[in-house]
């Protein structure tokens, strides 16, 4: 469930999306360089192996799985205070999505 609802008002911000793809699933790949206390949409691709989970922390231990997010669909994920690296796996092969950072009002 995402803490957050997506508003008309929240724009992404200029330059900040980028594509997150998995080529093998069991891993726990990185996203560094995010803004501690930002808000990011993720929406991921159509294809069927695009489903994603997301955590601050390893992923490998399914405690540490915050976030998750279907094939077409956009999830809200706020970044906590001192963290800039997201961790995300796709649950099979291939996965892609894209995640941009938004500006709130």
């Known amino acids: 469930m995402n ?5 008309d008002a929240a724009q992404p ?10 080529a093998a699933t069991g891993g726990d790949e990185t996203q560094a360089g995010l803004v501690p206390g930002a ?3 993720f929406t991921c691709g159509p294809a069927a192996n695009s489903t994603f989970i997301f955590g601050v922390a390893t992923i ?3 405690s540490n799985i915050l976030w998750a997010a279907t094939p077409n669909e956009t999830i809200i994920i706020r ?3 001192g963290v800039t690296t997201l ?6 092969n291939g996965g892609n999505g894209y995640l941009r950072r938004l500006q709130m009002p």
């Not at 961790?87 to 099979?92: D, I, K, T, V």
């Open 13 to 22: 911000v200029l330059d900040s999306g980028v594509t997150l793809t998995d």
């Open 60 to 62: 490998l231990t399914a």
């Open 79 to 81: 970044i906590p205070a």
């Open 87 to 92: 961790h995300y796996e796709s649950l099979a």
């Open 39 to 41: 808000t990011y949409a």
């Open 3 to 7: 803490d957050l609802s997506l508003s």
